[in-house]
């Protein structure tokens, strides 16, 4: 995912600076890329590995990151789309442990959380049935309870879900700030920004870059978490998506407590998220993207009509007095892989070279599963659950 234009909402206004690379360097473990899952990664390998270089191109969290989603919650829709049961339980405990790491991780660098209500709706009476046959399901895989309720507070949907469970809410441009910060102070990890790898020669025993100011940096393993940017390394076949996020200006009336509605009819990617400060984030309208896109003029008119769409969408949901006018707005591009989750693996023919890509908007939850397989996996030892993620894995899991 990286942005393609409007202003972030949850950019922080005052950013470290990083210094670029301006000597060669030797380390054990390289990381290219400053997003999320960069430094997620560093984070786990830097409590094992003794020396950790982050080589970020452009600025350190502002590519993918800058515009992840701040919901961190596990994507049941996603996991029960796998054909074993067994499969589906195995995966579902690594992604519930991840959830659990978060929180610790998130405790350790200082960065606040909540964990709030979360509901499914939808303005469609005839998606009652679905919606049972979901409740149901959820429950019996994964012990996740669900109500049909009619109403939830503030809103004017028509059949809703209220789920047992919470879900974790974060600032991610704090956490990126926090935790680089972080990682910096453990004094075996050294972050560079502006400083782009142009050459990668992996070798038997280490691989040697060069960077586009000719410093040369050398290290044992080296893992590429460049976001979008790794389909020019990786041969994986992925749909590309451009995602519209809308933040109104502070609501006047009350729409109740803090509180993200996923649209049942959107598979998990169109969210509203109603914030403390008063603010409301409607994320959705994804859009399949095709060479007509590259036209700046239809590009231009098309943005202008996806946000003008999820504002009126957002309007017609909470029926307030007022109409709601739009605040900041802003888009992304992502990447969906066949089954919706993330890309982590070793590099078929590019020896001591790993992979980690998060598509979509489990950004975070995936970096920490990522994170945690990397740390055994730069060191030969492979855990049974890299299978649900490996580069081939349509083979292994089936479509």
Request: net charge neutral; charged share 25%; hydrophobic share 35%.
């Given at each position: 995912?990286?942005?393609?234009?409007?202003?972030?909402?949850?950019?922080?206004?005052?950013?470290?600076?990083?210094?670029?690379l301006?000597?060669?360097?030797?380390?054990?473990?390289?990381?290219?890329?400053?997003?999320?899952?960069?430094?997620?990664?560093?984070?786990?390998?830097?409590k094992?590995?003794?020396?950790?270089?982050?080589?970020?191109?452009?600025?350190?969290?502002?590519?993918?990151?800058?515009?992840?989603?701040?919901?961190?919650?596990?994507?049941?829709?996603?996991i029960?789309?796998?054909?074993?049961?067994?499969?589906?339980?195995?995966?579902?405990?690594?992604?519930k442990?991840?959830?659990?790491?978060?929180?610790?991780?998130?405790?350790e660098?200082?960065?606040?959380?909540?964990?709030?209500?979360?509901?499914?709706?939808?303005?469609?009476?005839?998606?009652?049935?679905?919606?049972?046959?979901?409740?149901?399901?959820?429950?019996?895989?994964?012990?996740?309870?669900?109500?049909?309720?009619?109403?939830?507070?503030?809103?004017?949907?028509?059949?809703n879900?209220?789920?047992?469970?919470?879900?974790?809410?974060?600032?991610?441009?704090?956490?990126?700030?926090?935790?680089?910060?972080?990682?910096?102070?453990?004094?075996?990890?050294?972050?560079?920004e502006?400083?782009?790898?142009?050459?990668?020669?992996?070798?038997?025993e280490?691989?040697?870059?060069?960077?586009?100011?000719?410093?040369?940096?050398?290290?044992?393993?080296?893992?590429?978490?460049?976001?979008?940017?790794?389909?020019?390394?990786?041969?994986?076949?992925?749909?590309?998506?451009?995602?519209?996020?809308?933040?109104?200006?502070?609501?006047?009336?009350?729409?109740?407590?803090?509180?993200?509605?996923?649209?049942?009819?959107?598979?998990?990617?169109?969210?509203?998220?109603?914030l403390?400060?008063?603010?409301?984030?409607?994320?959705?309208?994804?859009?399949?993207?095709?060479?007509?896109?590259?036209d700046?003029?239809?590009?231009?008119?098309?943005?202008?009509?996806?946000?003008?769409k999820?504002?009126?969408?957002?309007?017609k949901?909470?029926?307030?007095?007022?109409?709601?006018?739009?605040?900041?707005?802003?888009?992304?591009?992502?990447?969906?892989?066949?089954d919706?989750?993330?890309?982590?693996?070793?590099?078929?023919?590019?020896?001591?070279?790993?992979?980690?890509?998060?598509f979509?908007?489990?950004?975070?939850?995936?970096?920490?599963?990522?994170?945690?397989?990397?740390?055994?996996?730069?060191?030969?030892l492979?855990?049974?659950?890299?299978?649900?993620?490996?580069?081939?894995?349509?083979?292994c899991?089936?479509?």
């Amino acid at each position: 995912m990286k942005i393609v234009n409007g202003n972030v909402f949850f950019k922080q206004k005052n950013k470290e600076v990083y210094p670029y690379l301006v000597e060669n360097r030797t380390c054990n473990i390289c990381i290219i890329g400053g997003g999320l899952s960069s430094l997620i990664t560093a984070y786990f390998l830097s409590k094992k590995e003794k020396d950790v270089i982050i080589v970020e191109k452009n600025i350190i969290g502002y590519g993918q990151s800058l515009g992840a989603c701040s919901i961190a919650d596990i994507d049941l829709n996603a996991i029960t789309k796998l054909k074993k049961r067994e499969d589906i339980m195995k995966l579902y405990e690594v992604y519930k442990e991840a959830r659990s790491d978060l929180k610790k991780m998130l405790d350790e660098i200082g960065v606040k959380y909540n964990e709030i209500d979360k509901y499914s709706y939808t303005n469609k009476i005839m998606q009652k049935g679905n919606m049972q046959k979901n409740i149901n399901l959820k429950s019996q895989l994964f012990n996740v309870g669900g109500e049909l309720i009619d109403k939830i507070e503030g809103v004017d949907s028509v059949l809703n879900i209220k789920w047992e469970d919470k879900t974790i809410v974060l600032n991610p441009g704090e956490m990126i700030q926090k935790l680089a910060k972080y990682l910096l102070e453990k004094q075996n990890v050294t972050i560079y920004e502006n400083t782009e790898i142009v050459n990668v020669d992996p070798q038997y025993e280490i691989v040697k870059m060069v960077t586009n100011n000719n410093f040369f940096i050398t290290a044992n393993k080296v893992v590429y978490a460049t976001g979008m940017d790794v389909l020019k390394t990786i041969d994986v076949n992925v749909m590309t998506y451009q995602k519209y996020t809308v933040v109104t200006e502070k609501i006047k009336e009350n729409v109740g407590k803090e509180k993200v509605m996923c649209n049942f009819n959107a598979d998990g990617g169109e969210y509203i998220q109603f914030l403390n400060s008063g603010n409301t984030v409607i994320t959705g309208e994804d859009t399949k993207i095709n060479m007509k896109m590259l036209d700046e003029n239809y590009k231009e008119s098309m943005d202008t009509s996806k946000y003008t769409k999820l504002i009126v969408q957002l309007n017609k949901l909470l029926d307030m007095s007022e109409y709601i006018d739009k605040g900041m707005c802003y888009s992304t591009i992502y990447a969906k892989t066949f089954d919706m989750l993330p890309i982590i693996d070793e590099i078929e023919c590019m020896p001591n070279c790993f992979v980690i890509c998060s598509f979509g908007h489990g950004t975070i939850l995936n970096g920490i599963v990522g994170g945690k397989i990397l740390r055994n996996a730069v060191n030969g030892l492979f855990t049974k659950e890299v299978r649900f993620f490996r580069i081939g894995r349509e083979a292994c899991i089936g479509k």
